[in-house]
Nanobody, 123 residues
Framework: HVQLVESGGGSVQAGGSLRLSCVAS????????MAWFRQAPGKEREGVAT???????AYADAVKGRFTISRDNLKNTLYLQMNSLKPEDTAMYYC??????????????????WGQGTQVTVS
């Protein structure tokens, strides 16, 4: 049984930073493709960053240079470091995982496993 549990969200002023964590159980973060998504009210869920087994990383244009995705294999945890936050980054952030090692897609429908989300509010 796969469980992904996010934490680290909160309220922050524009220009501030947050670090999101996603602890996995029943799943090995280093084995397959993992990603962070976000969904703002009234908008579709969008991919923010992806990380493959071989540490290939991709970012959405809106977050390039500000967000960093990483993982800690010993802690079996995925992270998203978010710097220079903007009000438009306000959203529910979700950790997601696939059952394959490659990340050839940021379509949410291709990710089998999801966390419950953590809210990020930037004012």
């Amino acid at each position: 049984h796969v469980q992904l549990v996010e934490s680290g969200g909160g309220s922050v002023q524009a220009g501030g930073s947050l670090r999101l964590s996603c602890v996995a159980s029943g799943y090995t973060v280093s084995r397959n493709c993992m990603a962070w998504f976000r969904q703002a009210p009234g908008k579709e869920r969008e991919g923010v960053a992806t990380l493959t087994r071989s540490l290939t990383i991709a970012y959405a244009d809106a977050v390039k240079g500000r967000f960093t995705i990483s993982r800690d294999n010993l802690k079996n945890t995925l992270y998203l470091q978010m710097n220079s936050l903007k009000p438009e980054d306000t959203a529910m952030y979700y950790c997601a995982a696939r059952s394959v090692y490659y990340c050839n897609t940021v379509a949410a429908r291709n990710f089998e496993f999801w966390g419950q989300g953590t809210q990020v509010t930037v004012s």
